[in-house]
T-cell receptor
Framework: DAGVTQSPTHLIKTRGQQVTLRCSPK?????VSWYQQALGQGPQFIFQ???????QRGNFPDRFSGHQYPNYSSELNVNALLLGDSALYLC???????????FGPGTRLTVL | GENVEQHPSTLSVQEGDSAVIKCTYS??????FPWYKQELGKRPQLIID?????GEKKDQRIAVTLNKTAKHFSLHITETQPEDSAVYFC?????????????FGTGTKLQVIP
């Protein structure tokens, strides 16, 4: 079991561009959440996907959107990138009826 | 929305001593409280958790206590070792029909001095 995987590992973009980050959940997990972790801060909840729909959302603008596929993998899309979007983006998965989340290694996004 | 405060932001202890990290939360609907350890450049890893119907939970050198009335919970690490050095995050989870929203604290950087 590879656990939660994310791609790419690192990404450099310029302001105004768009980015797509990808996540494959741990085997057996069907619920995926995305978090933004700025340097020196705790993870901030972006949104959660279950059954291919966004179920919960944190305090993030609609420039942040996502998708979940039938195989439970998920994407995070960020449009019109700002310098402040530079952060580590973490994906976490769990079973719908469980509590314990398993985190992926993250994607380090740098916006120049 | 939920707000989680975590203290202290940094903590240095001698090897073998105990370390205590405290968190408070604001939303009385929060019902699950995990603690994560994050080493530099790595992913957060769950080290212990507690549900709102339990007051204390222990796993070897690590324990968590929860006071629902006061809305605070604490992590206790005994007999600290250098490998315990990391950033620790508390979190509070609200669950609405299985759809969870997790709010993290700001983290505590623990340094265990050999």
């Amino acid at each position: 079991d590879a656990g939660v995987t994310q791609s790419p590992t690192h990404l450099i973009k310029t302001r105004g561009q768009q980015v797509t980050l990808r996540c494959s959940p741990k085997s057996g997990h069907d619920t995926v959440s995305w978090y933004q972790q700025a340097l020196g801060q705790g993870p901030q909840f972006i949104f959660q996907y279950y059954e291919e729909e966004e179920r919960q959302r944190g305090n993030f603008p609609d420039r942040f959107s996502g998708h979940q596929y039938p195989n439970y993998s998920s994407e995070l899309n960020v449009n019109a990138l700002l310098l402040g979007d530079s952060a580590l983006y973490l994906c976490a998965s769990r079973t719908f009826d469980g509590n314990e989340q398993f985190f992926g290694p993250g994607t380090r996004l740098t916006v120049l | 929305g939920e707000n989680v405060e975590q203290h202290p932001s940094t903590l240095s202890v001698q090897e073998g001593d105990s370390a205590v990290i405290k968190c408070t939360y604001s939303d009385s609907a929060s019902n699950y409280f995990p603690w994560y350890k994050q080493e530099l450049g790595k992913r957060p890893q769950l080290i212990i958790d507690i549900r709102s119907n339990v007051g204390e939970k222990k796993d070897q050198r690590i324990a968590v206590t929860l006071n629902k009335t006061a809305k605070h919970f604490s992590l206790h690490i005994t007999e600290t070792q250098p490998e315990d050095s990391a950033v620790y995050f508390c979190a509070a989870t609200t669950d609405s029909g299985g759809y969870q929203k997790v709010t993290f604290g700001t983290g505590t950087k623990l340094q265990v001095i050999p």
